[in-house]
């Protein structure tokens, strides 16, 4: 008999055939009026008093007379023996020298169609049972047994040839035990069978179905055991009264999952995973009991921990899930295994142990930071920015950033030298990384300028940016005050009013200069002279003062001091009025431009004899 596999498509990890395919999977048919198939009295039926035994078939009545199915006999004291009523009702009897026990049950076998039958006996409580298609079925008394031959077993008939059966035979089997109800029930839907030592072992499994089967008379045991049976009287040509074809299946032992599990198990942090149920695809001869253990339990949990399918709740679905499990760890998918032990007396079940794969995302992040500098910047490439890039948590394995510098107001090549690449973090949880930017400095007051540092691509998606870019400030530390004096004339005659218009200003919109001393005079000397001053954008002078000027003021970023000094020109002759300001700067402060802190006015003077010696006219 050729066991077929019902659940082909399984993940080979989760089934394991226990029998191999046949070359045939074949039957034999008997024609109703003489074929038998007659076979040595196997040692189990010389004492049924004190043997028990099960017998097992599938059997397809193509018939309704009384005929029988198997009968042993010793002698006309000791055999048993299956027997189809009329109506294809079965009967089993067993005869002992203590007695006789008969069963037979209140349902019939349908003709035209294959059933299961299975019968027990129980010698130490003379006990008989029988099952139909696996299960056990209520049974009443059925009475005596006519006999036939002693000393031989055969099939499809009595001993002595009566009683012929119509109909086909397959998978006929004989133990030296009273199978259990789960054994017989695995021998009725499971390729693995009862699991039990067995006496016979008939497939049927011979010639070509349908065939011209001539001289294959022979019926093979499959146990070993010898009981070769001899077929009697069989046409072994077409259809009936020869080999035919058996639709006769059973199933392979599997844990069947719904959904089915997939070849490799994703898991997440989120507690995502597998849900579903399990049951077994055929019934066990036993208990059958599941362990599920995770190779990382910090990283995915199976549950329950361990199930147990008893022998008789087989098909009962039992719910299972494997889910990943959280943590804080920027780790990755990480791989694991998921084993799922099977222990069983079943041996074909307890063969069924397998690995799933498995693998958890990581739902953690943490985050690169960039952050900002400012200061000076010096004399031509007298600095350097440093930025630092901070990893907030652990990365095993280490993180690498690239970045790059980007213009602000501030100019590459101008103001700062364009700076590329990556830095690479071991994975320390508040690691800092540096980057080193090169300014080109100046002595130009101009004011600060900005660019920026960008940490632009991580090598781990896990680990952002953020913040992904951070201002290098460029602080202006150029001074520059300026002096302009102008009194608004070229030329000037003794006793003339004059009005000069001194400004002292920070040129600097970013740096304050302090205290400035601020002096003016003239050659020759001016006469009655006074002055006043306003401060703009934050500086401060004396609002007005007579006589030389020589005051100090406060000048901010950008501020500006505004003198209007009056005077007469004096008596002079020959000579131009030369009037000069300077400026002085105080407190270590240095004027980035010192060129412009001083400013001169001349005028013309009367006409004269010059210093030459000539008349001026």
Partial sequence: MHYLNRFAGIPATLLLLSSTAD????????????????????????????????ASLWLRPDGSATQRVFFAQKNVNEFATILLSGGNVPFFYVRTTSGQASVTTAGSLPTGQW??????????????????GGSEVATTAGGSSSTGIDGMLTLGSRTDGAQPLNGALDGFRLWSTALTPAQVRAEALSTCGAGAPLVASWDFDVGTAGGDNTGLT????????????????????????????SPVTRTAPALVFDPPLPPILSTGEDGSGYTGTVVLAAPPAGDVSVSI?????????????????????????????????DDAVIDGPVVYNVSFAVQATDACYGALSFDLGAS??????????VSGVAGPEGDAGSSAFTFDLTLADPVPGGVSVTYGTVDGTAHAGTDY?????????AGVAGEVQQVSVPIIGNLVAQGDRTFSLHALASSNPQVMLDPDQADGVIVDDDVDVGVSLDDGVVAVTPGQALVYQLVVGNHSPTLGAGTVHVT?????ALDAVSWTCIGVGGATCAPSGSGTLDESIVLPAGGSAAFAISAHAPEFDGVPLVASAQATLSGGIVDSQPGDNQAADVDAGPAGIFTDGFDGN
Avoid at 417 to 424: I, Q
Avoid at 520 to 524: C, K, M, W
């Fill in 360 to 369: 958890n995302a990581d739902d953690d992040f943490t985050t690169v930071a």
């Fill in 417 to 425: 030298v364009a700076t590329s690449g990556s830095v690479t973090f």
């Fill in 23 to 54: 070359a045939q999977n074949n039957a034999l048919q008997f024609d109703g009026s003489n074929d038998r198939v007659q076979v040595a009295l196997p040692t189990i039926f010389g004492n049924p008093a004190a043997n028990s035994f099960s």
């Fill in 520 to 524: 003016f005079g003239s050659a020759p």
């Fill in 293 to 325: 253990t995770s190779s990382n339990p910090a990283e995915g949990v199976a549950t329950p921990a361990a199930l147990t399918f008893a022998a008789d709740q087989w098909n009962v679905p039992q719910a299972v899930s494997i889910v990943g499990v």
């Fill in 115 to 132: 059933s299961h039958l299975a019968v027990s006996w129980d010698a130490a409580s003379s006990t008989a049972r029988m099952f139909i």
């Fill in 218 to 245: 022979t019926l093979p045991d499959g146990s070993g055991a010898g009981y070769d049976g001899t077929l009697l009287n069989f046409a072994l040509t077409g259809g009936t009264s020869n080999w035919i074809a």
